[in-house]
Every structure is written in C-alpha cells, then in structure tokens.
C-alpha cells in the first residue's frame, strides 16, 4: 500500500510541474488576481505549497527501510 | 545604531564560541572533525541544511531579483527547492544505502570507491572547486558591497570579508563539522527572523499588499508577470534552474554529506519537508522587500537599495539586527562550502589520519585564502552567478546518480560527465557559443544529458540482467 500511495504521488509531482510549467505560468499572464496578488505569484505559491505537502505525505508513508539500520 | 550592533554581534559570538566549545574534543578523530560523528538529528540537521541553502544571496539577492525581475522570482526558487525537497525523499534513501555498503568520507571519495577509478573522485573535486569557490566568493562579495555601503569610510572594504573569513576559520578549525552544524541552526534561525521582521516593515510602509501590488502596477506592470520587464524569466530559464536546483544535494557536496551524516532515513526525512516550509517562509518576506524596493527605489543601484530598503528604512535596532542576520546568513554558506571543499580533498587522501587532519585544516585554511582574493574581482550579480554556480556542479550530477543507482555503474557517465563540465566551462570562458539553435545552453545541454543518460543507464541495467 505504501509502495503505491508513493508512487502515486511521483506521478503526481511530476504531473504537477509538468502542467505548471507547460500552461498555467504563461507569459505576460497578470489575471485572475486572488485577493490582489498577481496571478503567477498565487499559482507559484500555490504549486510550491502542494509539491511541499507532498514530500510531507511522501516523508510519512516512505516505502523502503532505513539502509543503515537494516 | 554602534551600540545595538556590538550588543547583537556579542550575543552573536557569545554562541558561536559557544558552539565551538560543545563541538571541541581533544583527541577526536578526523572522522569526527568532518563527520560530527554521522549523529546529527531532524531539527540540527534541518537547520544547518537551510542555513547552508539559504545565504546572503536569498537575503540581499532575492529582494534585488524581485525588484528588477519581478514576482516570477517566486518560480524561480521557492517552487526549484520544494521540488529539490521531494526529490530529497528518494534521494536521501538511495545515498544512504550505497553509503552504508561502500563507506562515505566525503563525494570525491564515495565516487572513487563507487566507479572503481581515481579519476571519478578528481572529476567531483575539480567540478566543485571550480564552482564552490565563485560561489563562496559572491556570498563574502555580497556582504562586503552591503556593509560598505551601510557603512562608508568605517573599513576598507576588504577588511569585511577578511573579518568573516577570520571567525568562520576560527571556529570550524576548532569544532570541525559539528561546530558548524550548531552555528548553522543559531545563524538559519537568526536569518528567519530577521528577514520576517525587515520583510512586514517594508509590506506595512509600501501600504500593504494590495495596495503594494497596485503601486507596482503603475510603476512598472512587468514586474507582475512572466517574464518581468528584462525578460529573463522564460520557460527555458524557469526550467533550467529548477533542474540545477533539483540537483544541489546531488552535485554541492555540503549538501550530499549533511544527508550521509545525520543519524537515519526518518530525520533525512522530517528535515526535507521542513526545509521546504523554511524555504517558503524565507523566500516570502524577501518578496515584500522587493516589491517596496520596486515602488520607492526602482532605479536606486543593488547595494544602494539594499542599504535603504534592510537598513536605512528600518528602526535603529532592527537595522543592527539585519547586519547581524546577514553577517549570519553569508558565515553559514561560507563556512559549509569551504569546509565541504576540504572534506572532498581528505576524502581522496590515503595517508595516517593524523595527517589527513592535518592536510584537511591545511587544505580549509588555503581554500579560505583564494576565496577571500577571488572575492574582490567578483561582479555584484549575485544571483545570477549563483546560478551559474549550480549550473556547472550539476554538469556532474549523472557521475554521482549513476553511483547512487548502480552497484557497479557505468563508467560512460564519467566521460559524459567530463564532456559535459568541459563545454559549460569553454561557454563561460566565451569560446563555444552559450547558445544551441537559439535556445538557452543549460536547457539544451539538461535535455541533452538526461536523454544520454538515461539511455546508459538503461542499457547497463539491461546488460547486468543479461550477466546475471
């Protein structure tokens, strides 16, 4: 179960970045505004947040055993 | 504004003694010195891994990057580390395990072991010499330009950086690795508060963030938007400096031995998410500071805008703290880049261990002096050489995945590698074009290499299952 809900979020990550990069940071794009901040601000931000909240998730359900102790 | 600034920078050196008290022990081992022991926990390691990521070019570089460049300069390293922290998650692993069956002394030395070939350690030794040493130089470069603009006339601007050099040798020689990992954390948590408190002044003085944005907007809209009014920010630029990024902990040796040294997989972990979150937290305030630096300074030069907006503009012991948090934030770098650079030469070295120690301060003490010179030729683009300098320790970064990955892995990576360091240089050095059918050389040469790469890689995978 692990191995999976890890390699799920591989994929998304690299979906993720994939997607950002490709069509949500395109140039001279300035709207929508979220509460006054400009649109690639709030995306980057956004994007940034969940590629942080997925290595949390990633931290706690790692698959593999500590080579060291093992 | 004398009185709060010996009264910070006593405090301040009152820990850092203190630190390299706690670290000293009389007859420790040289494993000891470099490693601190491989016993560092989640918190410390978290601490002294973004005190190292995070220096005087994230404090006086980032405020500069968004005030010319504009708020691309998010993407540009927040969202590059949060991908560098998951990467982090299967990388810490996968060093590890090879750590734990061929031993770690330093990069240079786990490649020789790994590829069976002197020649893979000098490659790293030589990538990160040529690129460490630049990149250290901008730190002192920039912490210098800063306190002699805040203070003209006090020092010769060499003596500043000859100051910072002086105490990070003093304490490093006397406490070694462990010595600065407790700096780091003291200096990481310096730096967080610092910019946060200079970072909400600046918000709360260019009248909050809506009406900051709107301000921004009618000086100059570009500033809003990819790629900010220079057009630096394109998609090739955005991508091939979240690859360099991704690849520090791969390719900066200070990075890789901080993961081999800390005391197991689950603190390798806790401190990648942590240092994401330390990152957006970092990287925000120096947001606010740029955007006000847009509005009141927008044609005001670096060091005339930094001096303004994280000094002159601030109250009297806020600004002392700031040239604490800094004088911080650049002694962190410095120190574990250096320190890191002596670690990979002893880790080549064969000798007793007595006198690897030796030649390992030696070596520290050397590496500080051409630092310390080169600092003085170095331009005041401080973020842009930086990059240059992940650029170029990434050129290495299939030597070093190829070792993690492979029990016995292809030396074809070593000529890849080679191959590809050689042109980065040569386009630097302005004899290959920087550019490959008009695109961007980093970008085409990351394409090229991930493609060759991972066509060795498979192929070598193929041919051990055929043997076995």
């Not at chain 2, 000529?415 to 040569?426: E, K, Q, T």
């Amino acid at each position: 179960m692990k191995l999976k809900i890890w390699k799920i979020l591989v994929l998304f990550v690299s979906a993720l970045c994939i997607i950002s990069f490709l069509f949500i940071f395109k140039e001279n794009k300035e709207t929508p505004e979220l509460y006054g901040v400009p649109f690639i601000f709030w995306t980057g931000f956004l994007v940034t947040f969940l590629i942080v909240v997925s290595t949390y998730i990633a931290s706690r359900i790692f698959p593999f055993e500590d080579p060291k102790k093992s | 504004m004398i009185g709060w600034l010996i009264f910070f920078f006593s405090i301040f050196l009152g820990m850092l003694g203190y630190a390299s008290y706690l670290s000293y022990r009389k007859n420790r081992t040289s494993d000891e010195f470099i490693l601190g022991g491989s016993n560092i926990g989640a918190i410390l390691g978290f601490l002294t891994f973004s005190a190292a990521l995070f220096s005087a070019f994230t404090f006086m570089g980032m405020p500069d990057f968004f005030r010319t460049h504009g708020v691309g300069a998010w993407i540009f390293l927040a969202l590059s580390d949060a991908l560098m922290v998951f990467f982090l998650i299967w990388f810490g692993y996968s060093l590890r395990k090879r750590a734990a069956l061929v031993g770690y002394q330093g990069v240079a030395g786990f490649m020789k072991s790994c590829y069976g070939s002197r020649y893979a350690g000098y490659l790293v030794f030589v990538s990160s010499f040529l690129f460490l040493i630049p990149y250290v130089s901008i730190q002192i470069r920039g912490i210098s330009i800063f306190l002699d603009a805040a203070f003209p006339q006090m020092l010769p601007s060499w003596s500043w950086a000859a100051i910072l050099v002086l105490i990070m040798l003093v304490y490093s020689q006397i406490g070694g690795l462990k010595a600065i990992v407790y700096s780091d954390a003291i200096q990481g948590v310096i730096m967080l508060v610092v910019i946060w408190i200079i970072g909400l002044t600046c918000l709360k003085m260019a009248g909050g963030w809506e009406q900051a944005t709107a301000r921004v907007q009618a000086v100059n809209s570009e500033l809003l938007s990819l790629p900010g009014p220079k057009g630096l920010f394109s998609m090739q630029f955005l991508v091939a400096s979240a690859i360099a990024i991704v690849l520090i902990p791969v390719s900066q040796p200070q990075f890789t031995t901080r993961l081999v040294v800390m005391k197991n997989l689950k603190s390798v972990h806790q401190m990648a998410y942590a240092v994401g979150i330390f990152a957006m937290l970092v990287i925000l305030p120096t947001a606010f500071i740029g955007l006000y630096g847009a509005i009141k300074y927008p044609d005001a030069s670096t060091a005339d805008f930094l001096s303004q907006a994280l000094l002159f503009d601030q109250a009297v012991p806020v600004a002392a703290l700031a040239v604490v948090g800094l004088f911080a934030a650049c002694l962190s770098t410095t120190n574990a880049q250096i320190f890191a650079l002596g670690t990979e030469l002893r880790s080549l070295l064969s000798g007793s261990d007595q006198f690897n120690m030796r030649a390992t301060k030696i070596s520290i003490l050397i590496f500080s002096i051409i630092v310390l010179v080169f600092s003085s030729y170095m331009s005041d683009e401080l973020v842009l050489l930086a990059r240059v300098s992940f650029t170029g320790t990434s050129m290495i970064a299939p030597v070093v995945l190829g070792a993690v990955i492979f029990k016995h892995p292809p030396k074809s990576l070593l000529i890849l590698s080679s191959f590809a360091l050689g042109y980065f240089i040569l386009s630097l050095l302005g004899i290959v074009p920087d550019k490959i059918f008009g695109q961007a050389l980093d970008f085409v040469m990351y394409g090229i290499l991930a493609l060759i790469t991972s066509v060795l890689m498979i192929r070598h995978h193929l041919n051990q299952k055929t043997l076995s």
